[in-house]
């Protein structure tokens, strides 16, 4: 894993590269000078001389030369009044991305300009500003050089070791460390869902993420079990097994259980994990077919969600369903036409190879309500057409109940990332019922892809449990618009959403 900057909290100023100042405008948008030696420079820049204190506007004044403390990064912050935390997450991340141009190995963070902000609403709670900007600086900070060489792995490693956070504030000094573990655990757990996505599919095969699944486990007290394929068809999964039939490489089904003491409700988690989707014998375009290795991003995430509510100790007992497989065209492969067998009984009439996500998850979802959870939610990369209808700035959440719909916006709401509610009328499957079969995997047209694949799996979710799908087919890589989401490849979106809402269901 990408090894975060360590933090620090100080109640003095350390001797470092830079020292960081976050900085406000006023009403009329000019910016608002601070007390301290600092000071003659803001009220130079509040006549108009360059940096205005936007949000996300950063300027580097260098006074001394590297490794001198007398190095200033300004990091605005736009207007109090409008200020909230996600804001304060992208001001983090534009200011570790100016932290890395200047090359500057550590830096000082003076929180007394956040901490002393009379706010209301949004951002309130002074220690949940810095934790959001803290947040924003280590999600920006995210590599992936794991397969470089040495020397271009060394050139990734040039960014800032070390993060002080400054305040005069002693009194505040044991809060902030707590808060800022907090912050190293979520980074850390995203980062894992980011790895895993990232991972070329000839090495993140379905045995390695089972493996990784087992010691991740280990190292944070979860139980795990793992189901080959032998135990795939004793469970009789028809549906997975269908999907990699096609593939050398054999299934794995991965099964993690957080039990706290007295745990109040059962959340369930279920995760695509197509390890590689050529499209099977409905073969996909060539062009950024490469891309296909994150297409168990939504394994990733859950998985990333799971080991995070269990750090912030839930008091919910959290299950996790994640199921690794490969869609590979060969001449064992599953074919249109073919009719499968779902854990529920209910058979399916394959149209379309590359509409294989929804197979798998539905003989997950079976299998995850075993296991007697209060509420289940699904991830998965499943539809093309959820980018068609929402793009790249949020994902679809579809659900079978208002209150779940709701908990999920709750939690999405307090981390930035966004939901939204899609239909889910009964009225969409007519068109999915098969002459052969019980019903199809997919439909000979376009329309409702995102929700023809949600009726689809809402089939499989049994009377009265309340059940969300979140298809992040179009947030889960590539989201160039968020600083501190990579511009290419995996994200780690929604993990953190997913873990507050095990934390607070």
């Not at 190293?184 to 993140?204: F, H, K, L, T, Y």
């Not at 509409?355 to 699904?378: F, H, N, S, T, W």
């Amino acid at each position: 894993m990408w090894k975060i900057p360590r933090l620090e909290v100080k109640a003095a100023s350390a001797v470092v590269d830079v020292d960081l100042i976050p900085v406000f405008q006023d009403g009329g948008k000019k910016v608002v000078p601070q007390d301290g030696p600092y000071r003659a420079l803001l009220e130079r820049f509040r006549k108009g001389e360059g940096f205005g204190a936007r949000s996300g506007q950063t300027e580097f004044v260098r006074f001394g030369g590297q490794g001198s403390s007398e190095n200033v990064l300004f990091v605005g912050l736009g207007q109090a009044s409008e200020l909230t935390e996600e804001k304060l997450r992208q001001a983090g991340a534009h200011a570790w991305t100016r932290l890395c141009a200047e090359k500057c190995p550590s830096a000082a963070i003076h929180l007394d300009a956040l901490l002393d902000l009379p706010v209301e609403g949004a951002a309130a709670d002074p220690l949940l500003r810095v934790r959001a900007f803290a947040e924003g600086l280590l999600l920006g900070a995210y590599r992936f050089p794991k397969h470089k060489s040495k020397e271009a792995a060394a050139a990734s490693a040039k960014t800032p070791a070390s993060l002080v956070f400054v305040s005069r504030k002693k009194a505040i000094k044991p809060k902030l460390e707590c808060d800022l573990a907090r912050v190293q655990a979520v980074v850390e757990c995203v980062n894992v869902a980011r790895d895993w996505s990232n991972e070329p599919s000839n090495i993140g095969t379905p045995a390695y993420f089972a493996r990784e699944a087992q010691r991740l486990a280990r190292q944070f007290g979860l139980k795990c079990k793992v189901l080959g394929e032998a135990e795939a068809a004793r469970q009789k999964m028809g549906l997975f097994l269908g999907v990699g039939q096609g593939s050398a490489r054999e299934g794995k089904i991965v099964v993690l259980e957080y039990l706290p003491r007295n745990p109040a409700r059962t959340v369930a988690f279920v995760g695509k994990g197509i390890t590689f989707d050529s499209g099977g014998i409905s073969i996909k375009p060539a062009t950024r077919m490469e891309e296909m290795k994150h297409d168990m991003t939504g394994a990733a995430t859950v998985f990333g969600a799971t080991l995070l509510a269990a750090r912030l100790k839930s008091p919910n007992r959290v299950v996790c369903v994640m199921g690794f497989t490969e869609n590979m065209p060969s001449g064992d492969a599953l074919q249109p036409g073919n009719v499968l067998r779902s854990r529920n009984g209910k058979t399916v009439e394959i149209i379309n190879t590359d509409a294989e996500g929804r197979l798998i998850l539905a003989d997950l979802l079976d299998y995850a309500q075993e296991l007697k959870p209060d509420v289940c939610v699904d991830a998965a990369t499943l539809t093309g057409a959820i980018g068609v209808a929402l793009g790249k700035h949020c994902c679809g959440l579809f659900s079978n109940d208002d209150g779940l719909e709701e908990a999920l916006g709750r939690a999405s709401r307090s981390t930035g990332e966004r939901l939204w509610s899609m239909p889910l009328y009964d009225e969409y499957f007519e068109d999915m019922r098969s002459e052969t079969a019980d019903m199809k995997n997919s439909c000979n047209d376009s329309y409702g892809g995102a929700i023809r694949g949600a009726i689809f799996l809402k089939q499989f979710v049994r009377k009265g449990l309340p059940w969300a799908h979140l298809d992040i087919a179009t947030v889960a890589s590539n989201v160039s618009h968020i600083p501190y989401f990579p511009k290419r490849g995996a994200s780690g979106a929604i993990v953190r959403t997913l873990a507050q809402f095990a934390l607070d269901y």
